[in-house]
């Protein structure tokens, strides 16, 4: 396991220093709660596919084993921010919480919480700091080749840090260019510590008003996912990729008070274990996905959403694809 590279101690720092330079001039607070229910035919691919984003976590660790049966999952989540200037500009801190609560199958359930800070540079440019903590992660109950007393099965699960960078820059009223940079740890509990994997990821997104009332917002990730080759050589067992992602979303405004939301997204991992043994080996995996939303503004600060999400995915080394649907309602309630 690595150690992190940003302790707990060197965020609080960084924020205190964003803190520092605000000595404000005015200060605004601002909150909400959002709670959706769901639907999915797949518990082991949830939250895969709902974090299949380019605003969320498109490499969540690999799912070897889907098809573990249908359930109903909630997701409550509220967030709280402050905004105040600077000598810069703007400057605000977010912080965020929510979860996934499964009816039946509670191994899965598990909370996601991020602390975002952004400080506008310039009237047109600003820079983001974002911290993502996933815990307790369940992936799945995964059969272990070779242990101690003989082939057995274990409950797989890790802890996920991801901390990132964004600059956002406005190269037009209507045209917004952000590139990104992203650092992450994934520290599996034993008896699959030797999964542990830290990853890079590059990317850039571009968000364009091509009139108003339609939106696009495009984007594309590389990212490089290492493991320690000390750790899987015992168990040949090495999830170490290299991952392509893209991503469209298309907002269209039907009628004042009522939006509807595209998405496509696509991804392909290509896995370099080196050992011929391990499934992984030569072993890729092409992800395709799409997703339609609607969303109603109740009222000024209430929102209603439905939506519906497929997903197809298929290893080089299995025969079929694996097909995933999700569908929802819910609603946000903004302060």
């Known amino acids: 396991m690595w150690v992190h590279s940003f302790s707990l101690r060197r965020q609080i720092v960084l924020l205190a220093v964003f803190s520092v330079m605000s000595n404000a001039a005015y200060a605004e607070w601002s909150s909400g709660f959002d709670f959706s229910t769901y639907y999915t035919d797949d518990v082991g691919l949830f939250s895969v596919t709902r974090r299949l984003s380019l605003d969320e976590d498109p490499t969540q660790p690999i799912v070897d084993e889907p098809n573990q049966?249908?359930?109903?999952?909630?997701?409550?989540?509220?967030?709280?921010?402050?905004?105040?200037?600077?000598?810069?500009?703007?400057?605000?801190?977010?912080?965020?919480?929510?979860?996934?609560?499964?009816?039946?199958?509670?191994?899965?359930?598990?909370?996601?919480?991020?602390?975002?800070?952004?400080?506008?540079?310039?009237?047109?440019?600003?820079i983001k700091f974002l911290y993502d903590f996933v815990p307790r992660l369940f992936v799945g109950v995964k059969s272990l080749?070779?242990?101690?007393?003989?082939?057995?099965?274990?409950?797989?699960?890790?802890?996920?840090?991801?901390?990132?960078?964004?600059?956002?820059?406005?190269?037009?009223?209507?045209?917004?260019?952000?590139?990104?940079?992203?650092?992450?740890?994934?520290?599996?509990?034993?008896?699959?510590?030797?999964?542990?994997?830290?990853?890079?990821?590059v990317g850039s997104h571009f968000e364009w008003a091509i009139t108003s009332d339609i939106e696009l917002l495009a984007g594309y990730h590389f990212e490089r996912g290492y493991t320690d080759h000390k750790q899987t050589v015992y168990y040949q067992d090495d999830i170490a990729y290299i991952n392509h992602f893209a991503s469209a979303e298309l907002k269209i405004h039907l009628l004042p008070k009522l939006e509807m939301r595209v998405i496509f997204d696509y991804e392909h991992n290509d896995f370099t274990s080196s050992y011929t043994e391990d499934i992984h080996y030569a072993g890729n995996e092409n992800v395709y996905q799409g997703e339609l939303e609607f969303l109603y503004e109740l009222t000024e600060t209430t929102l209603l959403k439905a939506g519906w999400q497929h997903g197809s995915r298929k290893f080089n080394y299995e025969q079929f694809s694996v097909q995933n649907n999700n569908v929802w309602l819910g609603v946000e309630f903004h302060i």
């Open 145 to 201: 080749s070779q242990d101690e007393h003989g082939e057995g099965e274990a409950d797989e699960r890790l802890n996920s840090h991801i901390w990132s960078m964004h600059l956002e820059h406005e190269l037009f009223n209507n045209l917004m260019l952000r590139g990104l940079v992203r650092y992450g740890l994934r520290d599996y509990d034993q008896p699959f510590a030797y999964r542990d994997t830290q990853f890079f990821t």
């Open 69 to 126: 049966g249908a359930d109903a999952v909630y997701e409550p989540s509220a967030y709280v921010s402050w905004a105040t200037e600077n000598a810069l500009g703007e400057f605000e801190l977010t912080l965020d919480a929510g979860g996934y609560i499964f009816n039946n199958y509670s191994a899965y359930t598990h909370g996601f919480f991020q602390m975002e800070v952004a400080q506008a540079l310039t009237e047109k440019t600003t």
